[in-house]
């Protein structure tokens, strides 16, 4: 899924901009209204909602309060970031402000923007907007750059005006706003032809729908999963950019007197990066005690092998969390 950010200083018309991609693109767009809507399905609650909104946040003078706010911050963080990957591991994403560019700086497919402009020409272009004389204009313009810059070194610990954080730096008061979005999607459309961007590629059927080109392994492979629990566990570390093999070697766990082998073991996945075998069960807990059986052999011949089981409780955890709808 392909996620784009855009970062801009009040007045430069990121707003408009972030709209218009949306529009153009297809694309879910992310800003306060939706944020606010939305988190409070995640837990945060409405006063939360306004004391971390997009701005610089002062902290209570008490020591108790302090340590609150400590944990509402700490709260407010784990569902933020929770409720943007829910969605991007889903839908199409612009993302403006709140940090976006930091929580997916990691995140290939993601084109992080910065719009900026001129201060005379963010002067002018809030005077219009919202009816004020230029010094109201300046003032407004001057809290708001310092609330968002406060924001992101507060919340993120980064430099709002690192422009290492971005693909992209547009100044409007060169390039009007059409040709803003233009340029973003121009550069969106490049991540996608080379391949840079997570949407899956499609396959025609013989009906003339698309559906999802099968899933591949670190190798290129695509492997064919013995249960439909396997294809979702693949896909979400595909999300995640995590390597993984598909039962890539089998365990001799048993052997009978004349040396063959009578029993063997191919745990579900490898992740070659981390060096971990991953087996997953969905069973029911009366049915796993065979699996588990099979692990702590492998583990007593094997010592040098790491390997994790993922019971069907946690499994199903991480579906929930991740958005992703189990199949039978």
Not at 210 to 229: E, I
Request: net charge negative.
């Amino acid at each position: 899924m392909a996620v784009i950010t855009i970062s801009r200083q009040f007045g430069s018309g990121g707003e408009f901009i972030a709209q218009e991609i949306s529009r153009k693109l297809g694309y879910l767009l992310v800003n306060k209204a939706m944020i606010s809507d939305r988190l409070q399905e995640f837990g945060v609650s409405e006063p939360e909602l306004t004391i971390f909104d997009e701005k610089k946040v002062v902290y209570a003078e008490d020591e108790a309060d302090h340590m609150g706010e400590d944990n509402q911050l700490a709260s407010y963080l784990e569902n933020l970031q929770n409720f943007f990957y829910d969605l991007a591991i889903r839908e199409n994403l612009v993302i403006l402000g709140r940090g976006g560019q930091v929580l997916f700086k990691d995140f290939p497919p993601a084109l992080h923007v910065k719009i900026i402009a001129p201060l005379k020409s963010r002067i002018e272009r809030v005077c219009w907007q919202y009816d004020l004389d230029e010094a109201a204009a300046a003032r407004l313009i001057a809290e708001q750059d310092e609330d968002r810059k406060e924001y992101l070194r507060f919340f993120f610990g980064h430099d709002w005006l690192n422009f290492d954080l971005y693909h992209l730096v547009l100044n409007t008061g060169l390039i009007d706003l059409d040709e803003s979005v233009s340029l973003i999607i121009e550069a969106t459309r490049f991540k996608e032809d080379t391949g840079l961007t997570d949407a899956p590629e499609l396959e025609t059927l013989p009906d003339g729908e698309t559906a999802p080109v099968s899933l591949q392994d670190a190798t290129g492979t695509a492997p064919v999963f013995a249960h439909p629990s396997e294809e979702e566990f693949a896909r979400m570390l595909d999300f995640y950019r995590i390597e993984w093999l598909y039962e890539p070697k089998t365990f001799p766990l048993e052997w009978d007197s004349e040396g063959n082998i009578a029993e063997a073991f191919s745990p579900d996945f490898y992740l070659p990066e981390q060096d971990l075998y991953v087996e997953l069960t969905t069973q029911k807990q009366k049915l796993v005690w065979k699996k588990n059986k099979k692990v702590r052999r492998l583990k007593e011949l094997y010592p040098h092998v790491s390997i994790k089981i993922i019971y069907g409780r946690d499994y199903r955890g991480l579906l929930h969390k991740y958005g992703i709808n189990e199949k039978e």
